[in-house]
T-cell receptor, first 115, second 113 residues
């Protein structure tokens, strides 16, 4: 089972602030993902990475950006937060098993509230 | 594109009742199928998975069988407990290169004592 960490767990900030949500995993997984979960529970993939220096946009358009400079670290940044960014953000990682399938393991999430 | 449809909730049961949460999928290839559970205030935890037709995934008394003929992966538990109250997500991974998960919309389960 993967160990994946997210900080902060809860964040309340004002409009216009720059924020970075941290995500780290200790399993050496190549692949990492960010999901946005709306109040109706539905999950939307907003960013993913297949390895260092690799980042891709997900299925849901997002104003956030990500970087992958180290294998274990996949931070998400909002340059200017707005109330519409209020949501729960979930980070996940996975490792491709030879002849098998990816299983994604999730962090505990960051609940962001923008006032 | 690939999609997952799961029964809408909320579902409310009494302790020791039988649970079924329906999940059907649409996929062009041969996907792997997953059930994740999300307890209040937490992230998602993998509950069980199945990677090919007729596989049965099981964990903590929950079971689901990969039915290719009906494109289904229904979650069942014979006797639910209050501690099973959570949101349950069905998901698929096509494994054919995109390696991304497609989730259903989630089903909230509440179990009363």
């Amino acid at each position: 089972e993967a160990d994946i960490y997210q900080t902060p767990r809860y964040l309340v900030i004002g409009t216009g602030k720059k924020i970075t949500l941290e995500c780290s995993q200790t399993m050496g997984h190549d692949k990492m993902y960010w999901y946005q979960q709306d109040p109706g529970m539905e999950l939307h993939l907003i960013h993913y990475s297949y390895g260092v220096n690799s980042t891709e946009k997900g299925d849901l358009s997002s104003e956030s950006t990500v970087s992958r400079i180290r294998t274990e670290h996949f931070p998400l940044t909002l340059e200017s937060a707005r109330p519409s960014h209020t949501s729960q953000y979930l980070c996940a990682s996975s490792e491709r098993k030879t002849g098998g399938t990816d299983t994604q393991y999730f962090g505990p999430g960051t609940r962001l509230t923008v006032l | 594109g690939d999609s997952v449809t799961q029964m809408e909730g909320p579902v409310t049961l009494s302790e020791e009742a039988f649970l079924t949460i329906n999940c059907t999928y649409t996929a062009t290839g041969y996907p792997s199928l997953f059930w994740y559970v999300q307890y209040p205030g937490e992230g998602l935890q993998l509950l069980l998975k199945a990677t090919k037709a007729d596989d049965k995934g099981s964990n903590k008394g929950f079971e689901a069988t990969y039915r290719k003929e009906t494109t289904s992966f229904h979650l069942e538990k014979g006797s639910v407990q209050v501690s099973d109250s959570a949101v349950y997500f069905c998901a698929l991974s096509d494994g054919g290169g995109s390696e991304k998960l497609v989730f259903g919309k989630g089903t909230k389960l509440t179990v009363n004592p």
